[in-house]
């Protein structure tokens, strides 16, 4: 056990995986008295060392649940580093007064981190956001029966087995089957090809310097109009617009009526007036 241990210390699954794999499969299983005794002396003590031991035990079964997910074209090293993050998160949590092996608390920790690095690296535009999109991914891969597009009758069976809309299968079908795309065009495409790049197609009107000079020469006129309507007006209608209005902490209406001593009534007709009369001038 312990030559196992060392052995497996200076190996990574990112770098030599055959290694990898072949020490942690040198690895015994723990009986369910050697696994009690640990988990116990690690939840009561704090024993580091149980935690170790807990934790090379059950390597082997990263392995075995990363194999599963080979189909998503990640490298399986990297699915298996990802698995034994959630190997020891679980390992950390994990209460011997259960009554159940680690290995079945475990799993749900080792697929999480899985699911997680797959959604993050599957695709650059995320297929899956929400915990109902994650579930529905993971559970479509799983039921498509082949490589094509599914008939009608395969998406009521799925949307009835999942309890969705067939509506959110074919969604998630869709997302499945899209490919990422460059927006520029590799440097080995030729001519004939390289026009089919988004860049040439996608075209950002928002940079068109004629529409930004417009649009900038239509807020300073904008500004100027609304500044000489607003001198147009006596000086307590445009404190209360300005108070209102232009003012970072706005003032109520029941503040400005105690500052003129009127009611809060006649302030928001002064208000509703002096709004009148500029869109009057600004309109003119």
Do not use: C
């Not at 390289?194 to 310097?209: G, I, K, R, T, W």
């Amino acid at each position: 056990m312990g030559k196992s241990l060392l052995v497996l210390e200076n190996l990574s699954p990112g770098r030599n995986l055959d290694a990898y794999m072949q020490s942690v499969s040198a690895i015994p299983v723990l009986s369910v008295e050697e696994e009690r005794e640990l988990t116990e002396r690690l939840h009561y003590q704090e024993d580091l060392d149980a935690a170790r031991r807990l934790v090379m035990s059950h390597l082997r079964f990263v392995v075995h649940v990363a194999k599963s997910y080979s189909g998503y074209g990640l490298p399986l090293g990297d699915l298996i580093q990802e698995g034994n993050v959630g190997l020891m998160k679980a390992v950390k949590r994990f209460d011997p007064t259960v009554g159940v092996r680690l290995v079945s608390f475990a799993v749900h920790w080792i697929k999480a981190e899985m699911h997680e690095f797959i959604l993050r690296n599957w695709r650059i535009v995320k297929v899956a956001t929400t915990k109902a999109q994650r579930k529905m991914f993971f559970n479509l891969r799983s039921m498509k029966k082949g490589l094509g597009w599914m008939n009608n009758d395969e998406v009521e069976a799925i949307a009835a087995d999942l309890g969705v809309d067939a509506k959110v299968v074919r969604q998630m079908e869709g997302r499945m089957a899209a490919s990422d795309t460059a927006f520029d065009a590799p440097v080995s495409d030729d001519d004939d090809s390289a026009y089919q790049a988004p860049a040439n197609y996608l075209e950002d009107h928002s940079a068109d310097p004629a529409h930004q000079v417009e649009h900038q020469n239509w807020e300073e006129d904008s500004q100027r109009r609304l500044m000489q309507a607003m001198g147009e007006l006596d000086e307590r209608s445009q404190d209360i617009l300005a108070q209102r209005w232009l003012s970072e902490d706005k003032a109520t209406l029941h503040e400005l009526a105690a500052k003129y001593q009127v009611s809060a009534e006649r302030i928001r007709q002064l208000e509703k007036n002096a709004m009148k009369k500029i869109r009057v001038t600004m309109e003119a």
